[in-house]
């Protein structure tokens, strides 16, 4: 079967076009919002939203090494899954938790 690139495969009505671009659009996310939502890279103005901190908070922080940040050329940026890791080692557990563990580590002995 010989197939020319401008030959058409299948014929839809407008109707159905326009039903099978609704499904699409659906199905496949753009790829701006989800270039957005994949961003590790983060400037400090976009890190201090992320953080709900200031600006100023964060060069503060910066400064007394409380926050990890790479500095290029001038410019600080920060990584989101670096800050999620930050962020991690500052939770605090529920006494449940805590209970959970003594009892797991007291069954170990």
Do not use: C
Not at 60 to 84: C, E, H, T, W
């Amino acid at each position: 079967m010989n197939l020319k690139n401008d030959q058409p495969l299948y014929s839809l009505t407008v109707g159905e076009y326009i039903e099978l671009h609704q499904s699409l659009l659906n199905v496949i996310p753009s790829a701006n919002s989800a270039a957005e939502k994949e961003k590790d890279l983060l400037t400090i103005s976009e890190a201090a939203t992320y953080l709900d901190l200031a600006v100023s908070t964060l060069y503060a922080m910066n400064s007394r090494r409380q926050i990890p940040f790479s500095k290029v050329l001038g410019k600080v940026y920060y990584r989101r899954s670096v800050l999620d890791a930050w962020l991690a080692t500052g939770e605090r557990k529920t006494t449940a938790q805590l209970r959970a563990e003594t009892r797991k580590g007291g069954n170990d002995l």
